[in-house]
C-alpha cells in the first residue's frame, strides 16, 4: 500500500511523538509515528460521522431488532429488577432474553453497561454463547460499540470478546472488524477502550479464517505499537504474531508502513514479555523468502516494514546480537535463534 493511501485514511492527525503522553489520542498514532499532516478528507460511512479529540468515532451502527427477537420476553420488564445481580452460572435461557430486551430498551447507560457485564460473564459458557447467538443477541450486543458511553463501549467489547470464543459466533462477527479497527484508531492511546478492542481481534486471529479482514491496518498495529504502553503493546504482538503465522498475508505485512522508531523496542530496557513476542513476530517474518526481484522492489520502500526489519541494511542486525547479554533465557533462546 502507498504512503499516500494511508495518511489519506486516518483523517486529520495533529499530535507530536514527543507529546504523546499528554495527547491521549491515538487519532494522533500516524501523526505522532510519520510526523506528516493527513489530507483530512472526509469519511463517510451510512452516516455522518464526526471524530472529536481523545473520543472515540461516534456513528451508528444501522441494526434494527427484527426476526429473531420478536420472542424476546414480555416479562423483561418486571423481572429485569435484580437480575444483574445473578450469577453466570445461575442465568436461564429467559433470563438471557430478558437481558437482552433490557439493553435495547433502557435509556440510562450505567443500566446498559451491568446488563453488558452481566451478559459478558453469561457470555464464558458455551451453552450461553450458543443461546444468544441464536437469539440474535450477537448482532444486539454489538450495535452498541457506537454506544455514547465510552463505559458501555468497553462492556460491549468484553461481552464480544467472550461471544468470540465460540467458532460459529466468529462467523457472525467476523462483519464487525473495520468498527473494532476504527474503534482503536479513533480511541486515547492506551484506554481501555483499545484494550479491550484488541483482546477481541486477538480471538478473531487465532485462526486464518478471519485473518484477512485485518490486513489493511497493520500499519496501524506498528504504530500503536511504539507509543503505547508495555500492556497495550503484548496485546497488539498477540494480534501480529497470529497475522505474521499466516503465510497467505506475508506480502501485505511486509509491504505495510512502519514506523522508524520500530527498532529502538529491540533493546534491554523493553519489557521481558514484550521483547520475546516481538522475536517471535521477527521469527515469523524471516521464514518468509522473497523474490530478488520482490526483495528489490521492497528496498526502494525505505519505509516498509520489510526495509526496517528484514532487508540487509536493517539496524535491527546491529542491534539483536546486543540482546545475547539480556538476563532473561527465553530472550536469549530467541535472539540467539534469529541470529543462526
Known amino acids: 500500500m502507498g504512503d499516500e493511501n494511508v495518511i489519506a485514511r486516518l483523517g486529520s492527525m495533529k499530535a507530536l511523538l514527543g507529546i504523546v503522553a499528554g495527547a491521549g489520542a491515538s487519532y494522533g498514532i500516524y501523526k505522532l509515528v510519520f510526523g506528516r499532516v493527513a489530507d483530512g478528507g472526509n469519511r463517510r460511512k451510512s452516516k455522518r460521522v464526526t471524530v472529536q479529540p481523545g473520543s472515540l468515532m461516534a456513528k451508528v451502527s444501522g441494526f434494527k431488532v427484527v426476526g429473531k427477537t420478536d420472542h424476546l420476553d414480555s416479562s423483561a420488564n418486571t423481572e429485569s429488577s435484580g437480575i444483574h445481580s445473578k450469577s453466570a452460572t445461575s442465568l436461564e435461557p429467559r433470563h438471557l432474553s430478558i437481558l437482552l430486551s433490557l439493553l435495547q430498551s433502557s435509556p440510562d447507560p450505567e443500566e446498559r453497561r451491568k446488563v453488558l457485564v452481566t451478559l459478558g460473564n453469561a457470555a464464558a459458557f458455551t451453552v450461553n454463547q450458543d443461546l444468544l447467538r441464536e437469539f440474535g443477541g450477537l448482532h444486539i450486543v ?4 457506537s454506544d455514547p458511553s465510552a463505559e458501555v463501549r468497553v462492556q460491549t467489547l468484553n461481552a464480544l470478546n467472550n461471544l468470540s470464543m465460540n467458532i460459529c459466533n466468529q462467523e457472525q462477527l467476523k462483519v464487525y472488524v473495520p468498527s473494532v479497527m476504527q474503534l482503536i484508531e479513533m480511541s486515547p492511546v492506551n484506554s481501555d477502550l483499545q484494550l479491550a478492542a484488541l483482546r477481541l481481534l486477538t480471538n478473531l486471529s487465532i485462526t486464518d ?35 505474521s503465522s499466516n503465510p497467505d498475508l506475508m506480502d501485505d505485512i511486509v509491504q505495510s508502513q512502519a514506523p522508524a522508531s520500530l527498532i529502538f523496542l529491540f533493546d534491554g530496557c523493553t519489557s521481558t514479555a514484550v521483547l520475546i513476542r516481538l522475536l517471535y513476530f521477527v521469527g515469523n517474518l524471516r521464514a518468509w523468502r522473497p523474490s530478488a526481484q520482490v526483495a528489490e522492489a521492497l528496498r526502494r520502500r525505505q519505509d516498509s516494514l520489510y526495509c526496517v526489519l528484514l532487508d540487509s541494511s536493517s539496524q535491527l542486525h546491529r ?3 546486543l540482546l545475547l547479554s539480556h538476563p532473561d533465557e527465553e530472550v536469549k533462546t530467541q535472539v540467539a535463534r534469529l541470529l543462526a
Open 142 to 145: 454489538a450495535s452498541f460499540l
Open 209 to 243: 479464517n478471519h485473518q484477512h479482514l485485518m490486513k489493511n491496518s497493520i500499519t496501524l498495529l506498528l504504530s500503536l505499537l511504539v507509543v503505547s504502553n508495555d500492556i497495550l503493546q503484548i496485546q497488539v504482538l498477540k494480534v501480529l504474531v497470529n497475522l
Open 319 to 321: 542491534w539483536l546480537p
